[in-house]
């Protein structure tokens, strides 16, 4: 069982930056890729990117490439997101998961093993 508590969230001005912190429980954090995910009011869940265990790997969603960066510190068992060139359209509640299955199959379907509960990030105009 892994146990994810996002922090970091609050509302940033556009083109502001944030960084986004997920702690994770267990002791076998390195051997799981962990992900990011978004929901905007009335979408879907999306993807948002993704980094491999050992941190060797990391995928992206396309609107925010160039713009977020994944990485980890396994050694404090936390995931971050660092978003920079934040606009409206980030707006949403940032999801922090955790899997054991390779990072190329992760992010689509089936979900994510473990969830957190979310962090809020909205981008004023």
């Known amino acids: 069982q892994v146990q994810l508590v996002e922090s970091g969230g609050g509302l940033v001005q556009t083109g502001g930056s944030l960084r986004l912190s997920c702690a994770a429980s267990?002791?076998?954090?390195?051997?799981?890729?962990m992900g990011w995910f978004r929901q905007a009011p009335g979408k879907e869940r999306e993807f948002v990117a993704a980094i491999s265990g050992n941190a060797g790997s990391t995928r992206y969603a396309d609107s925010v490439k160039g713009r977020f960066t994944i990485s980890r510190d396994n050694a404090k068992n936390t995931v971050y997101l660092q978003m920079n060139s934040l606009k409206p359209e980030d707006t949403a509640v940032y999801y922090c998961a955790a899997d054991p299955r390779p990072l190329l199959l992760i992010g689509g379907s089936p979900p994510m093993r473990y969830w957190g509960k979310g962090t809020l990030v909205t981008v004023s105009l």
């Open positions: 267990g002791r076998t954090f390195s051997s799981y890729a």
